[in-house]
């Protein structure tokens, strides 16, 4: 699914390469997009765990160390297998159907790092720009890191992090001057 030729692959090809019959296939999934949407989904949940979970274990931490080790573990995680990032953040060509189990998995993990920042004690109430502030973070981090796995940005994997940290963190505090002006109202 991470090589360009997803949207030529068949049944019977998919089956050949995994060494399983088509039995065992149509027992398992009703067609290609839904072997699809297992793996976007499955990605998906181990980003969730890998990267976002620890947050929460270690929330007593400043937020600028918790930032910076949490996108290091997302980095790590992506980049030990460069074709986790290109299904997730689709550097690949793809189908609406794989498209649509992309957007779901990636408001996912926006939902999860949305709760991690209201559990914090200074988050205070939901506010529907934290959501978009959340989106725009992790699209942008994935888009990042799908230019830095192509060579495009040239930079180490070190400086990779402590830049998106420095945004991540600029973003968070934008946000949380926004709602502490808007308390004082």
């Keep these: 699914m991470a090589e360009d030729g997803w949207r030529q692959i068949t049944v019977e090809r998919l089956c050949g390469e995994a060494r399983l019959n088509k039995r065992y296939f149509y027992e398992s999934f009703t067609d290609l997009d839904s072997v699809a949407a297992t793996v976007v989904e499955d990605l998906a949940d181990?980003?969730?765990?890998e990267a976002v979970r620890p947050f929460v274990e270690q929330r007593d931490l400043p937020i600028d160390e918790l930032v910076r080790r949490g996108l290091s573990r997302l980095i790590r995680y992506l980049i030990s297998d460069p074709r986790r990032a290109r299904v997730l953040w689709g550097g690949l060509a793809s189908t609406p159907a794989i498209n649509r189990y992309r957007a779901v998995a990636m408001s996912a993990l926006t939902r999860s790092v949305v709760?991690?920042?209201?559990d914090r004690p200074d988050s205070g109430q939901p506010d529907p720009i934290f959501e978009i502030t959340a989106a725009m973070l992790l699209g942008g981090t994935g888009e990042t890191v799908l230019q830095w796995l192509d060579g495009t940005i040239d930079v180490s994997e070190q400086q990779l992090v402590e830049e998106l940290s420095a945004h991540w963190l600029r973003a968070g505090q934008t946000h949380a001057a926004r709602?502490?002006?808007q308390r004082a109202d």
């Design 46 to 49: 181990q980003l969730i765990r």
């Design 115 to 118: 709760q991690f920042g209201l």
């Design 179 to 181: 709602l502490r002006a």
